[in-house]
């Protein structure tokens, strides 16, 4: 132990700085997805473990604890197989990452926010007339999944087709439609709905809908309220309340991509 303190260095602190954040970033996703109680009773069992096989030089129950352990890393990962992918979305379409690829590939991006005009239009004109919809919008690797749960659309995005799917009497205004790149992909799609504890109690189920594709790709989600007319929109597990046309094309052209 003393000579571990004497060693001690300034990479050894670094170490600690990362495990310590990773941990912390591991806790807000399970807290975020509802799962801080297992993430709890793995932590529980790692110090027990580090106890009784590091500390008391327990050999029985050490090898015992060892083969759960050997056995746990991969049921951690089957348990968790969501989160870990969510992880590794998050960190390469972090705005830092993004900065960073984009850097390097030399890429530069126009101002693309007119092509939004016909979402942003159909959204302002169902939130005047208190017409429910919700839009997702993302690559196609992403939400393969996702849009085999509804109707093949396969048509240019246009403010009057919007309107009409979401329209109340419409077969297909029930569930999500899918806009991949500047094509309506489908509609009627089922998403993922969210748990998430930071939504405010006013939201709806589309709302949590809208939070779930958010939490899980890196899709934008559009809910027009039925209740309210207001226009949220949703990226990253985080949202933006009560857009008007402006700042929906302000939001659209800032996270898709």
């Not at 110090?47 to 015992?64: C, D, E, P, R, T």
């Amino acid at each position: 132990m003393n000579d571990y303190l004497i060693n001690f260095g300034i990479k050894d602190l670094i170490d600690i700085f990362c495990v310590a954040l990773l941990l912390f970033y591991f806790y807000k996703m399970m807290k975020r997805t509802g799962s801080l109680n297992m993430f709890v009773g793995i932590l529980v069992f790692i110090f027990v473990w580090m106890v009784v096989s590091q500390v008391l030089k327990m050999q029985l129950l050490g090898a015992i604890l060892n083969k759960l352990v050997d056995v746990g890393v991969l049921a951690i990962i089957i348990l968790f197989a969501d989160d870990i992918r969510q992880f590794f979305r998050e960190l390469g379409t972090t705005r830092s990452t993004r900065k960073v690829f984009e850097w390097l590939t030399r890429r530069k991006h126009e101002d693309d926010s007119s092509k939004w005009l016909p979402l942003v239009n159909a959204c302002e004109d169902m939130g005047s007339r208190r017409e429910g919809a919700l839009i997702v919008i993302g690559s196609n690797d992403e939400l393969r999944d996702i849009r085999k749960t509804g109707e093949p659309v396969n048509a240019d995005m246009n403010q009057l087709l919007i309107e009409n799917i979401f329209f109340k009497n419409s077969p297909l205004h029930d569930g999500a439609m899918i806009i991949i790149g500047e094509r309506i992909d489908s509609a009627a799609c089922i998403l993922p709905v969210s748990a998430s504890e930071t939504l405010p109690k006013s939201f709806g189920l589309r709302h949590r809908a809208a939070m779930g594709i958010a939490e899980r790709t890196n899709a934008v989600a559009v809910v027009v309220s039925e209740e309210t007319g207001k226009i949220t929109a949703f990226h990253n597990s985080s949202f933006q309340s009560d857009l008007d046309a402006s700042t929906l094309r302000v939001f659209l052209s800032e996270h898709v991509r």
